[in-house]
């Protein structure tokens, strides 16, 4: 009662003027209303015959926001959000999402549609009507002949009831000679056609299988058996091109050591740590410097700083079935540097490395631009300049190859990728300009 009456009072104070009051209840925004989930093709969604494509549908009304989670059979978590595509009608607002699925997701899946407040839930199946019957075909184990510790090809190809069937796991196994047992030695994932391929090492003489272990979707089979013969011979190994240079060097400046290391029937070997030494004119004591891991086509780059004229060489201590080997004696002359020149600052931008991801075995493209300082303003500038990488788990880089920037300072440069990790360009300057690194990029190989 006492509110109705400051109220009037308020009234009769403004006059002709309008009171306005704040709004009720009854005139408040409504809360949002979120309507159940229709899915086509209707539940149960039979993947029996391969993937099937299911459209999700519902709508709401008093928001503009909406999500719908999916749940797989099982999980305890969060669903995962639906991308969905809204479309207004009226106060309502109508969302439609896709997803599809395969023999990998059958079981009762819960999903869970939210606006706002409001929220409705519910569950459906994906089911398979039939067990499919599998083969594995075209196994093979190759080369039949390795030495001990050489990379073997293992392939073969995965049928349901006839048909390529992908996305499935196979396991590649091993029986050593004199053992009953098969033990797993990795597992590959067949591709749109069934295939599948893998390279292990073979450690020694045995027989090689696939095995494809039964789902809900599908009977088990495990291939024929291939074997491979090891030897166990220990092989010779030599270090070839090696060579330290600039020669002369000026005291303080760098010197590069390459080379291959190659093993006899093998060619170059990758993964192989490879020691440079050095002994200084007059002396008769070779001493360690530095040392670096060879990378493709047993190639391996190491750098140090020169000291004193002398010899350097590269050694390599072997391995298992392997003799260790050392390189012809390089003669590097060391002088007394001269004053250095004035010189002008430089810098790397624009890095980008890609495609990426990129697959295995495929280029992989370089961009970048190289400039100089001109007086406070930044030129393109011709100049060499190095690729280094640096393998996903590594600390260390590894020199891949050299390019030369052109007259506008421009970069392009390609190589073959075989691992995942980061690339970046150096620039170890020159006469008249110092040098520069550029950012580094990372790159995804995938198989």
Do not use: C
Request: charged share 25%.
């Amino acid at each position: 009662m006492l509110q109705r009456f400051r109220v009037a009072a308020l009234a009769v104070a403004l006059g002709a003027g309008t009171l306005v009051l704040a709004p009720t209840a009854a005139t408040a925004a409504a809360d949002p209303v979120v309507t159940r989930v229709g899915i086509s093709p209707g539940p149960p969604i039979d993947v029996t015959n391969g993937a099937v494509t299911a459209t999700f549908r519902f709508a709401t009304k008093g928001t503009d926001k909406a999500e719908l989670q999916l749940k797989p059979p099982g999980d305890v978590s969060v669903g995962k959000p639906l991308d969905l595509t809204p479309t207004k009608d009226g106060d309502w607002t109508r969302w439609t999402g896709t997803r599809s699925f395969d023999s990998t997701n059958v079981g009762k899946w819960s999903w869970l549609a939210v606006a706002g407040d409001a929220s409705r839930g519910g569950t459906f199946e994906v089911v398979v009507k039939k067990v499919l019957d599998t083969k594995i075909v075209d196994f093979d184990a190759n080369p039949d002949f390795v030495d001990r510790g050489d990379l073997i090809k293992v392939s073969g190809r995965l049928l349901a009831d006839g048909k390529g069937y992908g996305g499935q796991s196979v396991a590649l196994t091993f029986r050593a000679r004199g053992t009953d047992a098969y033990r797993t030695v990795t597992k590959v994932t067949t591709g749109a056609d069934g295939s599948f391929s893998a390279n292990v090492r073979a450690r020694e003489t045995g027989w090689w299988r696939a095995e494809f272990a039964a789902t809900s979707a599908a009977k088990g089979s495990v291939s024929d058996a291939d074997r491979v013969d090891v030897r166990r011979g220990e092989l010779a190994s030599r270090i070839a091109g090696f060579d330290a240079r600039p020669e002369p060097v000026d005291k303080g400046d760098r010197l590069t050591f390459t080379g291959a290391l190659q093993v006899e029937g093998r060619g170059g070997v990758p993964g192989e740590r490879v020691s440079i030494f050095f002994r200084a004119g007059g002396a008769h004591r070779w001493e360690y410097v530095t040392s670096d891991v060879t990378g493709r086509d047993g190639r391996f780059w190491a750098s140090a700083t020169a000291q004193t004229s002398g010899w350097w060489r590269a050694e390599y201590a072997g391995t298992r079935g392997v003799r260790g080997s050392v390189s012809d004696a390089d003669w590097v002359r060391v002088d007394q540097p001269a004053p250095p020149p004035a010189k002008a600052d430089t810098r790397l931008i624009k890095f980008n490395a890609y495609p990426e991801p990129v697959k295995r075995g495929k280029y992989a493209r370089f961009t970048g631009k190289l400039q100089i300082d001109d007086e406070g303003t930044w030129e393109g500038y011709r100049g060499k300049v190095a690729l280094y990488f640096k393998r996903a788990g590594s600390h260390k880089w590894q020199y891949v190859k050299t390019t030369w920037s052109n007259g506008s300072g421009r970069l392009y440069t390609k190589v073959k990728a075989w691992n995942s990790g980061r690339w970046r360009f150096v620039f170890a300057g020159d006469e008249d300009a110092y040098g520069d690194t550029s950012s580094s990029d990372y790159v995804r190989v995938k198989r």
